[in-house]
T-cell receptor
Framework: DAEITQSPRHKITETGRQVTLACHQT?????MFWYRQDLGHGLRLIHY???????NKGEVSDGYSVSRSNTEDLPLTLESAASSQTSVYFC????????????FGNGTRLTVT | SQKIEQNSEALNIQEGKTATLTCNYT??????LQWYRQDPGRGPVFLLL?????KEKRKERLKVTFDTTLKQSLFHITASQPADSATYLC??????????????FGQGTTLQVKP
């Protein structure tokens, strides 16, 4: 069965370190998204991609970057981790159709100390 | 910008009753609206999509309504079971045209079904 996997599931890092969260999907979807989920804010869009070599900023992109070198992967990099980036991060993918549902991974819980 | 409001208070109901969750949006009427279920420690899972020209959509014990005049969607679970306990999120496209594929989400309503 097709799936979307995120790794690691849990990560603890120190302030100022660079961190990369992995996302891999086998749906062959063109669209991929990164969200963060925090109490009181719900899911907020960080970055998204509509295809290989395409990346776009979302609502809360400061301090984050992504790259899309193939269809399956959209790694999320925190350039210099800050305590405000402690959160649960979800990757999602969808078909190219505009009303397609999102398929989510099970998240990465990141703690920045 | 578009905002989505869901009741942040948990909804507690007895098994067998109908649960009704509310999703309100503030600005333009979206081309479609989606509902997701999220269990603790897991990612959201898609449940239903309803388009602006549809008043109601059903799937097994689930029913979604869409009222563009009230700017509201209602999500119903009939004959609720303890296994329905979860957080339910509504989502819609971030643009009025509904064609970006980028979804914005409400904060979700947590449903607790007691046996």
């Amino acid at each position: 069965d097709a799936e979307i996997t995120q790794s690691p599931r849990h990560k603890i890092t120190e302030t100022g370190r660079q961190v990369t969260l992995a996302c891999h999907q086998t749906w062959n979807h063109n669209n991929m998204f990164w969200y963060r989920q925090d109490l009181g804010h719900g899911l907020r869009l960080i970055h998204y991609s509509y295809g290989v070599h395409d990346t776009n900023k979302g609502e809360v992109s400061d301090g984050y970057s992504v790259s899309r070198s193939n269809t399956e992967d959209l790694p999320l990099t925190l350039e210099s981790a800050a305590s405000s980036q402690t959160s649960v991060y979800f990757c999602a993918s969808s078909d190219r159709l505009s009303n397609s549902p999102l398929h989510f991974g099970n998240g990465t819980r990141l703690t920045v100390t | 910008s578009q905002k989505i409001e869901q009741n942040s208070e948990a909804l507690n109901i007895q098994e067998g009753k109908t649960a009704t969750l509310t999703c309100n949006y503030t600005n333009y009427s979206p081309a479609y609206l989606q509902w997701y279920r999220q269990d603790p420690g897991r990612g959201p899972v898609f449940l239903l999509l309803i388009r602006e020209n549809e008043k109601e959509k059903r799937k097994e014990r689930l029913k979604v309504t869409f009222d563009t005049t009230l700017k509201q969607s209602l999500f119903h679970i009939t004959a609720s079971q303890p296994a329905d306990s979860a957080t339910y999120l509504c989502a819609l496209d971030s643009s009025g045209s509904g064609n970006t594929g980028k979804l914005i989400f409400g904060q979700g309503t947590t449903l607790q079904v007691k046996p």
